[in-house]
C-alpha cells in the first residue's frame, strides 16, 4: 500500500510509538499513547493495520530503558541491546581510562571475554502494565488537606509497589500518567551486569555536528551494542527486533518504539509563562556558564579535556533544547494559539455545573507560579558528582528512619538496590573535575543570592570558593 501523507504518531510515558509513512518526506502526525491503549479503532481505520495484544506485548518485551536515561532495544535472542551512541556514551566514559579512549576510539569485542562490564548501568525490559488508580486512591477524601493527600497517596505507592516485588522479583514501578489522573504499575525486569559489546569512533558516530543532530536527518553511525548477563552468561532474550536488511519500504507503516521525555501539555499558559520568562532563561544562563568552565577546564590538556568532554557534551545539549522550548515559547503565534484553546476549555467547564469547581485550579495554578518566580533565584544547585552522591548519603540516613512508606521515592525498600547499584560504583571521578565544577556552583550561588548571604557565608566559612 503506497501512501505519500503523513500518519499519526503514538507516544506513551515509557513506550513511545510513532507511526510514519513515506520515506523522502517522514512527519509524525497527531498522539501519543501507551502500550495497553493503543488507538486499534483509527489504525484499523486509517492504516488498515489491527495490532492484537500479543503483538503489543512483544514490541513492549522487545523495548529496553537505560537507567542513564534512554531507549534501546534487544536485536538477538542472546541479550543483544542495540541504542544509539549518544546513550551508551556516559557508560562508554566510564570505560575509558587515559591509556584506552572508548568513547573517542571506539570498541569492539570480538569474543564474549572481550566484552567490558559496565560499572553501575541498569537496564530495564517493561514486562506488564497494570492499572492500580483505585489503589493508590484508596483512603484519600476531599476533607484530607492536601498534604495529608500526598501523604497517603505516597504510602499507598510504596505498599503497591512492595507487594509487587514480593509477589515476582520484578522492578516494580509505580507510574503516574495524564497529571494524576492515572497510575500504572509498571513491572520491569532488571537487568545490572551489562557489558559493551560495540561502540563506533566518536567520529563517525557524531559525523555532521550540532547542525545535523538537530536541523538535517544524520547520516552517521550513532549506535553502541550491549550485552545483559545473568548469572555471567549471556542472558535468554525471546523477544527481540529481528534485523532487516532492506529497511523500510516506501508508504510502509512503521513503528518506533521508546522511553520519550514529558511533553508538558497539561502546562497552563500562566505556566508556559513562567517557563519563557523566567525558569528557561534562568537555566540557559546556568547552562552557558557551566559550558564555558568545562571547556576551560578542558584547555589544559587532552586528560583534562576527556575527563571533562561527558558533562560538556550533556551540557551543550541541554543548552540547544532549552533555546529550541524557549523559541518555540518566544513566538507569539505558539502562545496564541495556547491562549485560544485554554479559553475554550475554561468556557466549557463553566458551562457544566458538574466541573465548575475545577475553575479555580486555574488561579491556583497562576498563584503557584508567582511563589516559584519569587523562590527561583533563591535555589540552590550543587549537581556535582561527589556532593550528589553525600547528598544521598544524608538523605539516605534520614529517610531509613522512616517507615518505607513515608520516604521519598527513590529510598523506599522496593528502589533500594537501584540506588545502591549507583551509590556503590566503581566508575571514576576525578577530583580536579569535582573541585573546579563545585567551586564555580559555590561562586555562583554567591553571585546569586549575594556574599553576605548567610547561606554563602556558612557554605564558604570564611574561604574563597575555589578553596
Same mark, same amino acid.
Given at each position: 500500500?503506497?501512501? !505519500? ?30 502500550? !495497553? ?8 481505520? !486509517? ?35 542495540l541504542?544509539?551512541h ?14 584506552? !579512549? ?8 570480538? =569474543? ?10 541498569e537496564?530495564n ?11 493508590v ?17 505516597r504510602?499507598?505507592?510504596?505498599a503497591?509497589?512492595?507487594k509487587?516485588?514480593e ?23 532488571k ?45 535468554? =532474550? ?14 510502509e *507503516? ?14 497552563? =499558559?500562566?505556566?508556559l509563562? %513562567? ?23 578542558? *584547555? ?21 533544547? %532549552?533555546?529550541?522550548m ?39 495554578i ?8 519569587? =523562590? ?19 538523605? *539516605? ?23 545502591? *547499584?549507583?551509590l556503590?560504583?566503581d ?5 580536579d ?23 554563602c ?11
Amino acid at each position: 500500500m503506497r501512501r !505519500n501523507s503523513a500518519v499519526a504518531g503514538l507516544l506513551g510515558w515509557w513506550s513511545a510509538m510513532a507511526l510514519l509513512a513515506g520515506v523522502a518526506c517522514v512527519k509524525a502526525d497527531e498522539g501519543m499513547w501507551l502500550f !495497553n491503549d493503543l488507538p486499534i479503532k483509527q489504525l484499523k481505520q !486509517n492504516y488498515g493495520f489491527e495490532p492484537d495484544e500479543a503483538w503489543a506485548e512483544k514490541l513492549m518485551r522487545s523495548c529496553v530503558r537505560f537507567n542513564s536515561g534512554g531507549s534501546a532495544s534487544f536485536v538477538s535472542s542472546n541479550g543483544l541491546v542495540l541504542t544509539n551512541h549518544h546513550v551508551g556514551a556516559e557508560t562508554l566514559h566510564k570505560l575509558s581510562t587515559p591509556e584506552r !579512549n572508548v568513547y573517542e576510539d571506539g570498541y569492539l569485542a570480538r =569474543t564474549t571475554a572481550e566484552e567490558l562490564k559496565a560499572p553501575d548501568l541498569e537496564l530495564n525490559q517493561l514486562i506488564s502494565i497494570e492499572d492500580v488508580t483505585a489503589t493508590v486512591n484508596q483512603g484519600i477524601s476531599a476533607e484530607l488537606s492536601p498534604e495529608a493527600a500526598v501523604a497517603k497517596r505516597r504510602e499507598n505507592i510504596a505498599a503497591i509497589e512492595q507487594k509487587s516485588l514480593e509477589a515476582t522479583g520484578l522492578r516494580s514501578d509505580v507510574v503516574t500518567l495524564f497529571g494524576g489522573g492515572k497510575y500504572h504499575l509498571y513491572r520491569y525486569k532488571k537487568y545490572t551486569d551489562v557489558r559493551l559489546v560495540f561502540s563506533p569512533e566518536a567520529s563517525i558516530a557524531f559525523f555532521g555536528g550540532d547542525a545535523d543532530n538537530f536541523e538535517y536527518p544524520r547520516y552517521c553511525l550513532d549506535a553502541c551494542i550491549f550485552r545483559v548477563y545473568e548469572n555471567d552468561q549471556p542472558a535468554e =532474550t525471546p523477544d527481540f527486533l529481528k534485523w532487516s536488511e532492506n529497511g523500510p519500504a516506501e508508504g510502509e *507503516l512503521v513503528f518506533v518504539a521508546g522511553n520519550p521525555g514529558r511533553t508538558s501539555r497539561i502546562f497552563t =499558559t500562566d505556566a508556559l509563562r %513562567y517557563q519563557r520568562d523566567h525558569r528557561m532563561p534562568f537555566m540557559l544562563d546556568f547552562l552557558r556558564r557551566r559550558e564555558i568552565m568545562l571547556q576551560q577546564f578542558g *584547555l589544559a590538556g587532552p586528560e583534562q579535556a576527556r575527563r571533562a568532554k561527558d558533562d560538556l557534551f550533556g551540557v551543550q545539549n541541554s543548552r540547544k533544547a %532549552y533555546l529550541g522550548m524557549l523559541g518555540g515559547l518566544q513566538d507569539p503565534a505558539v502562545m496564541a494559539d495556547k491562549l485560544s484553546r485554554e479559553n475554550q476549555l475554561k468556557a466549557a467547564i463553566e458551562k457544566n455545573p458538574k466541573l465548575q469547581p475545577a475553575i479555580a485550579a486555574y488561579s491556583t495554578i497562576a498563584e503557584i507560579q508567582r511563589q516559584r518566580t519569587a =523562590t527561583l533565584r533563591t535555589s540552590i544547585s550543587m549537581n556535582s558528582q561527589v556532593f550528589s552522591l553525600a547528598h544521598t548519603i544524608v538523605q *539516605l540516613v534520614v529517610e531509613d528512619q522512616k517507615p518505607s512508606g513515608s520516604r521519598l521515592p527513590p529510598y523506599r525498600d522496593s528502589g533500594r538496590a537501584s540506588l545502591e *547499584l549507583g551509590l556503590y560504583s566503581d566508575a571514576p571521578i576525578y577530583p580536579d573535575l569535582e573541585q573546579a565544577i563545585l567551586a564555580d556552583l559555590l561562586g555562583r550561588l554567591c553571585e546569586i543570592r549575594g556574599g553576605d548571604d548567610p547561606l554563602c557565608q556558612e557554605a564558604l566559612n570564611g574561604l574563597s570558593p575555589t578553596e
